[in-house]
């Protein structure tokens, strides 16, 4: 038979036997199960230490400015106090951490202002191959100040590394303030450092170029707009080769704006189903709206359509002259067909009209065949261009027949400006809030305004919320004075941001 010694006794068991034998602890003398160190737990823990590659201090960074914490080697990321985040960089920073297993981790309070960070971490780790120990310490981390790059370059004045370039070159700005709005809406404008409102348009400034790319595709998505790129070298290193650039995205707008008449050439009109050459403009949007005023005849026309046979505004709303409507006759859709679509928002009509400056006047109406006929009764103030005195320079408007030209276009069906204005009872909000309007721009921001009252679906895009100043617009139209005039009611709008103490029961 084969005898298993005992190290405990000396005496010889039978290999059969279901006993366990057991040692004495070499240091303690405490019995054990036999292994390979022959030491008990305890004095096992007090001559190996499974930590002693874990670092018990060390350094974390903090912008003060930005609040932001550095994550090695470059990006700076936003943690809260004794969150996960802040409790994934603390665990990154420990070097020897990967030799053993993680088991808990977990925070120990410690004063917010004592730039002090503590860590209870328990452990497992082998020793000797079969023998695995648990441990329980605790990592301090020291919290330092310094500036993250972005923070840097703006208090360097040096802030920004690319530019992005919006501009129209129009008359009347309303794209601009659609525009603004879309930004607003989306939150386009969230990775900015700053804007800048200019004449003609706005500058965005941002510091990485991703950014820029981010909104230059924001912009493409929403207006019809060429872009071109340019870059200018600020330094070089010649022995690491690495190259210091500021980056410029000049973006520009289609020149026209809801309301604009245009003159289409003759390849162009072709195919866009053979539309009469002279068109009013309804929607500036991902692509331009079009509409023949006398067929009602619509058109689209995309992007990379308009680049490559562009057009001008022969005529711009700041243009337009008040007309009386003396008459309206209604008119068949189907007398007047053509090869594109037909709108059926709109009625075609016979409309007799005079000039409001030469109302009295003998052999003064003007007959005029019109897209408005739903919305004109005699009597009415209508808004037109009179072509009879306009002074168009354009060389598609100058190769057409005078008899292919009418006299008078109808745009719009006008209303009292001064009480609309006083019944606007919402507000819009602006990137940049402190920007003062003179008159001229003024003057298209309030057709703007009208024109989101007039059209329901230009107001699907833009954030419209309650003047908190003015009193209760009514809920439904039907509770209006008059309901004919447009105007937007109270469910259409949002409630604004009011920080008020009174409110917040700061007594």
């Given at each position: 038979?084969?005898?298993?010694?005992?190290?405990?006794?000396?005496?010889?068991l039978p290999?059969?036997?279901?006993?366990?034998?057991?040692?004495?602890?070499c240091?303690?003398?405490?019995?054990?199960?036999?292994?390979?160190?022959?030491?008990?737990?305890?004095?096992?823990?007090?001559?190996v230490?499974?930590?002693?590659?874990?670092?018990?201090?060390?350094?974390?960074?903090f912008?003060?400015?930005?609040?932001?914490y550095?994550n090695?080697?470059n990006?700076?990321?936003p943690?809260?106090?004794?969150?996960?985040?802040?409790?994934?960089?603390c665990?990154?920073r420990?070097?020897?951490?990967?030799?053993v297993?993680?088991?808990?981790?977990?925070?120990?309070?410690?004063?917010?202002h004592s730039?002090?960070?503590?860590?209870k971490?328990?452990?497992?780790?082998?020793?000797?191959?079969?023998?695995v120990?648990?441990?329980?310490?605790?990592?301090?981390?020291?919290?330092?100040?310094?500036?993250?790059?972005?923070?840097?370059?703006?208090?360097a004045?040096?802030?920004?590394?690319?530019?992005?370039?919006?501009?129209?070159k129009?008359?009347n700005?309303?794209?601009?303030?659609?525009?603004?709005q879309?930004?607003?809406?989306?939150?386009?404008?969230?990775?900015t450092?700053?804007i800048?409102?200019?004449?003609?348009g706005?500058?965005?400034f941002?510091?990485?170029?991703?950014?820029?790319?981010?909104?230059?595709?924001?912009?493409?998505?929403?207006?019809?707009?060429?872009?071109t790129?340019?870059?200018k070298?600020?330094?070089?290193?010649?022995?690491?080769?690495?190259y210091?650039?500021?980056?410029?995205?000049?973006?520009?707008?289609?020149?026209?704006?809801?309301?604009?008449?245009?003159?289409?050439?003759?390849?162009?009109?072709?195919?866009?189903?053979h539309?009469?050459?002279v068109?009013?403009?309804?929607?500036?949007?991902?692509?331009?709206?079009?509409i023949?005023?006398?067929t009602?005849?619509?058109?689209?026309v995309?992007?990379?359509a308009?680049w490559k046979?562009?057009f001008?505004?022969?005529c711009?709303?700041?243009?337009?002259v008040?007309?009386i409507?003396?008459?309206?006759?209604?008119?068949?859709?189907?007398?007047?067909?053509?090869?594109?679509?037909?709108?059926?928002?709109?009625?075609?009509?016979?409309?007799?009209?005079?000039?409001?400056?030469?109302?009295?006047?003998?052999?003064?109406?003007?007959?005029v065949?019109?897209h408005?006929g739903?919305?004109?009764?005699?009597?009415?103030?209508?808004?037109?261009?009179?072509?009879r005195?306009?002074?168009?320079n354009?060389?598609?408007?100058?190769?057409?027949?005078?008899?292919?030209?009418?006299n008078?276009?109808?745009?719009?069906?006008?209303?009292d400006?001064?009480?609309?204005?006083?019944?606007?009872?919402?507000?819009?909000?602006?990137?940049?809030?402190?920007?003062?309007?003179?008159?001229?721009?003024?003057?298209?921001y309030?057709?703007?305004l009208?024109?989101?009252?007039?059209?329901?679906?230009?107001?699907?895009?833009?954030?419209?919320f309650?003047?908190?100043?003015?009193?209760?617009?009514?809920?439904?139209?039907?509770?209006?004075?008059d309901?004919?005039?447009?105007?937007?009611?109270?469910?259409?709008?949002?409630d604004?941001?009011?920080?008020?103490?009174?409110?917040?029961?700061?007594?």
């Amino acid at each position: 038979m084969e005898y298993l010694s005992d190290a405990a006794s000396g005496n010889p068991l039978p290999s059969g036997s279901g006993t366990v034998n057991k040692i004495l602890c070499c240091e303690c003398g405490v019995p054990i199960e036999p292994n390979a160190t022959n030491m008990c737990v305890p004095c096992l823990r007090s001559h190996v230490d499974i930590t002693e590659n874990i670092p018990k201090q060390a350094v974390i960074f903090f912008c003060r400015n930005c609040e932001r914490y550095l994550n090695p080697p470059n990006e700076w990321v936003p943690c809260g106090l004794e969150s996960k985040e802040l409790l994934s960089l603390c665990l990154k920073r420990l070097s020897g951490l990967k030799q053993v297993k993680l088991v808990d981790a977990g925070f120990v309070w410690t004063e917010p202002h004592s730039k002090r960070i503590k860590v209870k971490l328990t452990v497992h780790g082998e020793v000797m191959n079969d023998v695995v120990l648990q441990q329980v310490f605790v990592v301090e981390f020291t919290v330092n100040n310094q500036m993250c790059d972005d923070c840097h370059r703006t208090e360097a004045k040096d802030f920004w590394r690319c530019m992005v370039q919006v501009r129209q070159k129009a008359v009347n700005r309303k794209t601009l303030f659609y525009l603004e709005q879309m930004i607003l809406k989306h939150r386009a404008h969230e990775n900015t450092l700053g804007i800048k409102p200019t004449a003609g348009g706005l500058d965005f400034f941002y510091a990485t170029d991703a950014h820029a790319r981010k909104m230059v595709d924001f912009l493409q998505a929403v207006l019809p707009v060429k872009v071109t790129n340019s870059k200018k070298l600020i330094s070089h290193d010649i022995h690491s080769n690495s190259y210091n650039y500021k980056y410029s995205y000049a973006v520009d707008i289609v020149p026209v704006s809801k309301g604009s008449l245009v003159c289409l050439s003759k390849r162009l009109a072709q195919q866009m189903g053979h539309i009469a050459p002279v068109c009013l403009v309804t929607k500036v949007a991902n692509s331009i709206h079009l509409i023949d005023p006398q067929t009602a005849q619509l058109a689209e026309v995309q992007n990379m359509a308009f680049w490559k046979c562009p057009f001008e505004a022969i005529c711009n709303p700041k243009q337009m002259v008040e007309f009386i409507v003396m008459d309206v006759e209604f008119r068949d859709q189907k007398a007047f067909p053509g090869q594109g679509p037909v709108s059926m928002r709109h009625t075609l009509a016979d409309v007799w009209v005079v000039k409001a400056s030469e109302l009295g006047l003998d052999n003064s109406t003007v007959h005029v065949r019109s897209h408005l006929g739903n919305l004109l009764k005699p009597g009415d103030t209508v808004l037109g261009y009179d072509l009879r005195d306009a002074n168009v320079n354009n060389a598609d408007f100058e190769k057409l027949s005078a008899d292919t030209i009418p006299n008078v276009l109808l745009v719009k069906k006008s209303y009292d400006k001064t009480v609309r204005k006083q019944n606007r009872n919402w507000k819009l909000k602006h990137l940049a809030e402190d920007v003062a309007l003179d008159t001229d721009i003024e003057n298209d921001y309030n057709e703007f305004l009208e024109d989101l009252e007039e059209d329901p679906e230009l107001r699907q895009n833009v954030n419209i919320f309650k003047d908190s100043k003015r009193q209760q617009m009514p809920v439904d139209t039907n509770d209006m004075d008059d309901s004919s005039v447009p105007r937007i009611t109270l469910e259409e709008m949002l409630d604004d941001l009011v920080l008020d103490d009174a409110e917040m029961g700061d007594g």
